[in-house]
């Protein structure tokens, strides 16, 4: 099977930056996708690696080390708004689908 | 904008109801997917179809099933609604190009389920 662990809350104030770990086993390893979910709204997708190494994106950053099964999400310049939850996701084997974390609360504060 | 639309945002039934969860995406993709979210263990997957009629079983199928009889719209029924059964349902989709594709999915906004 798989399982994808990460930090349940991660705190931070505005401005700083933050790390949100996701370590991974699964087998047929296809890449790590990142998800944000504000409270009360859907998970929306922020970012895909299949490849090592960092992709950026704004303010967003994503990172893969496939020979460590790891990556991470890295938030840059905090903003109140990032307050959320964020889920790694991975899908993997021969079937595609999708297999997310537990997510990690992201709490934000002046 | 692309969307996938979830009938219901709020629902609640009785014990041993029949419910009806629909879903409706405007992408065309191929895939599509209902997830369980509960706090403090993430998403869920109860079934997913590939493709129209055909359905697999997720990691959580039992007391549910699906029906997708065109494309667009991919249905969740709980035959006999349980109170262990009350959570956020979301839906999602994705194209089947591999493996960005699979791994990019698209949620509709979830409908609550309270089963009293």
């Known amino acids: 099977g798989q399982s994808l662990e990460q930090p349940s809350e991660v705190t931070a104030v505005e401005g700083a930056i933050v790390q949100i770990n996701c370590t991974y086993q699964t087998s047929g390893f296809y890449g790590l996708s990142w998800y944000q979910q504000h409270d009360g709204g859907a998970p929306t997708f922020l970012s895909y690696?299949?490849?090592?190494g960092l992709e950026e994106t704004g303010r967003f950053s994503s990172f893969l080390s496939r020979s460590d099964s790891y990556g991470y999400l890295l938030l840059q310049e905090l903003q109140m708004k990032d307050s959320a939850s964020y889920f790694c996701a991975t899908a993997s084997g021969g079937s595609y689908i999708p297999t997310f974390g537990r997510g990690t609360s992201l709490i934000v504060h002046p | 904008d692309v969307k996938v639309t979830q009938s219901s945002r709020y629902l609640v039934k009785r014990t041993g109801e029949k419910v009806f969860l629909e879903c409706v995406q405007d992408m065309d993709h191929e895939n599509m997917f209902w997830y369980r979210q509960d706090p403090g263990l993430g998403l869920r997957l109860i079934y997913f179809s590939y493709d129209v009629k055909m359905k697999e079983k997720g990691d959580i199928p039992e007391g549910y099933s699906v029906s997708r009889e065109k494309k667009e719209r991919f249905s969740l029924i709980l035959e006999s609604a349980s109170t262990n059964q009350t959570s956020m349902y979301l839906c999602?989709?994705?194209?089947?190009?591999?493996?960005?594709?699979?791994?990019?999915?698209?949620f509709g906004a979830g409908s609550r389920l309270t089963v009293l």
């Open positions: 999602a989709s994705s194209p089947s190009t591999r493996p960005r594709g699979a791994n990019v999915l698209t």
């Open positions: 690696n299949a490849l090592d």
